[in-house]
């Protein structure tokens, strides 16, 4: 399997095959430098991997996305036509012979809270890793994500949001730190900077808000985590109006989208 800048490294000994996705989105820049400069210098000692840039033309003209979120486009019954649609189908050809995924990604606010969404079997790995907070329960809620693909497979898949999107040098290295506990995780690398244990908050998936008029607003500026006040309506969409209900926290505010595209979602804290 070979396709438009698809990396493969096969080690001699035995061993996993696993994916590290970056440039999904391809705004996302943080992943797309850490994975370039690990396979620079990495050295597999077992196994398969892949390194994958998955939206190269997003990637070079720096746009989240060409014609369609690629990131919604894993499911077994995409027949679309888009080139995201294309990548999408080639993709998941790599994801069904690998026994786990990482996929880089990042966010466009200022905060320093980089977090990530995962389920099922990448939990164990994720309480290794150096973030904060972890989303769990997403597979439920947003179909066609690639951690999804991989989880209704029974496969650990972990979307890192490796922080904010406008200053991918500082966040690169979280990344590629990343990307080495990952390879380490299943026995691909010896050498791997050591597993973390700081203390992280977990959420549960709710909400996922799709826009659907011309007048969509925010109360005011939010950013990831931010709490919600309960019983306070937060946002308004045309007629509808959005009301926080307790322990409710709002994740990838996006008040400027188009009809049709996710305006934010919501998660609510499941250990204290
Ligand atoms: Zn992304």
């Given at each position: 399997m070979t396709g438009e800048l698809i990396t493969k490294v096969i080690s001699a000994k035995p061993g996993k095959t696993v994916a590290v996705f970056a440039?999904?989105?391809?705004?996302?820049?943080a992943g797309v430098m850490a994975l370039e400069k690990v396979l620079k210098t990495f050295q597999l000692d077992a196994g398969t991997a892949y390194f994958v840039i998955a939206n190269p033309e997003a990637v070079k003209l720096n746009?989240?996305?060409?014609?369609?979120?690629?990131?919604?486009?894993?499911?077994?019954?995409n027949d679309g036509q888009t080139t995201e649609d294309e990548r999408a189908r080639e993709l998941m050809k790599v994801l069904d012979e690998c026994d786990a995924l990482l996929d880089l990604h990042g966010y466009n606010?200022?905060?320093?809270s980089p977090f990530i969404i995962t389920d099922g079997e990448g939990l164990e790995l994720a309480s290794k890793l150096d973030f904060g907070y972890i989303i769990t329960g997403i597979n439920k809620a947003g179909d066609g994500a690639t951690d999804c693909y991989m989880t209704e497979q029974k496969k650990p898949g972990l979307c890192l949001e490796c922080g904010s999107n406008f200053h991918p040098e500082k966040y690169a290295a979280l990344a590629e730190k990343s990307i080495y506990q990952f390879l380490k995780f299943y026995g691909l690398?010896?050498?791997?900077p050591g597993f973390d244990s700081r203390e992280q908050k977990l959420f549960k998936t709710g909400e996922i808000a799709i826009r659907q008029s011309e007048t969509f607003a925010f109360d005011r500026e939010y950013q990831n985590f931010d709490e919600l006040k309960s019983g306070a309506v937060f946002a308004t969409d045309g007629e509808n109006k959005y009301t926080a209900k307790e322990n409710e926290y709002i994740i990838?505010?996006?008040?400027?989208?188009?009809?049709?595209?996710?305006s934010f979602m919501l998660v609510s804290r499941i250990n204290s």
């Open positions: 440039g999904i989105h391809g705004n996302e820049k746009v989240r996305f060409i014609e369609k979120n690629l990131n919604r486009l894993f499911f077994t019954s606010g200022e905060e320093d690398v010896e050498s791997a990838f505010p996006r008040p400027n989208q188009k009809i049709g595209q996710e």
